[in-house]
């Protein structure tokens, strides 16, 4: 039996119900097949709004050998059941797409099955496109005491990132927005300012120039702010960010090459009494 697991962004957002399924076929046949139901979500109850597609690809490593699946997309789940030969240095690698068959997050991960036992394979999904998203995707928050929700707004694969602006909206009837601080992507040096008004947070992060020295934007991915919310009323509200008002800047003031293809992923929050 195979249990996976599917870590997204650092997250754990699910893991997959694994039994002993009956399965007719398996990649080389179904006399020493090991049966592997999957069943992923990357919130509790769904994908997100962006993925739509899936392929999950076992690789024999050391037989040079290739079993394609394509996961059913069904009530917002990565649903598969399959059969696997036992054998060491099997990779799992997993790709999320969205509708026009864009890869948006891959994740991998190597193991040793054998028969009879119970093997987890846990696969950390990474963006592999420019995305500016919230972490974690979707967590709950209690009415009472002083509990709070801890955003991270991370951004993911761009170059020369001088400057970042971005809103973020959400349901003042249900939060409250508590505070925010800058991420470790821009270094301690930057200017960081987030401002709330009623609806959302906007947030600006931005290196700075000095005389001795020229100052060049940053690549990679990394936490750009985190924010801080508490419970106002239960209920469930989403993170949004408002595209049209975010920038991503160069050291000259323009936008970087990324910016005209940024993906948005949003967040969730649930307050419950």
Not at 83 to 91: A, F, S, V
Not at 229 to 256: C, H, K, M, W, Y
Request: net charge negative; charged share 15%; with cysteine.
């Amino acid at each position: 039996m195979i249990r996976i697991r599917v870590i997204l962004g650092g997250v754990l957002l699910a893991l997959a119900a694994a039994g002993l399924l009956a399965c007719s076929s398996g990649p080389t046949g179904p006399a020493l097949s090991v049966p592997v139901s999957m069943e992923i979500n990357f919130k509790p109850t769904a994908l997100t709004g962006l993925i739509t597609d899936a392929e999950l690809r076992i690789v024999y490593l050391n037989d040079n050998d290739t079993l394609w699946e394509e996961p059913v997309i069904s009530r917002g789940m990565i649903i598969d059941t399959l059969g696997l030969r036992p054998g060491e240095n099997i990779e799992f690698r997993l790709t999320a797409s969205s509708a026009a068959g864009q890869a948006l997050y891959v994740g991998f991960d190597t193991v040793d099955v054998a028969s009879g036992t119970t093997v987890v394979s846990t696969i950390f999904m990474e963006p592999v496109v420019s995305m500016l998203r919230c972490s974690p995707l979707y967590q709950e928050i209690s009415l009472a005491g002083e509990a709070q929700a801890t955003v991270g707004v991370d951004i993911y694969n761009v170059t020369g990132l001088f400057g970042a602006a971005f809103r973020i909206q959400y349901d003042a009837n249900l939060l409250d927005f508590a505070g925010a601080f800058a991420g470790d992507f821009m270094g301690d040096g930057a200017f960081f300012v987030a401002v709330a008004e009623d609806g959302y947070v906007a947030v600006s992060v931005t290196l700075t120039q000095n005389e001795q020295k020229n100052v060049e934007g940053i690549d990679g991915s990394g936490r750009l702010a985190t924010l801080l919310f508490t419970g106002a009323s239960v209920g469930s509200t989403t993170l949004n960010f408002e595209a049209e008002r975010a920038r991503l800047d160069d050291e000259t003031g323009q936008p970087i090459p990324e910016m005209s293809q940024l993906v948005f992923e949003t967040g969730e929050i649930v307050v419950i009494p």
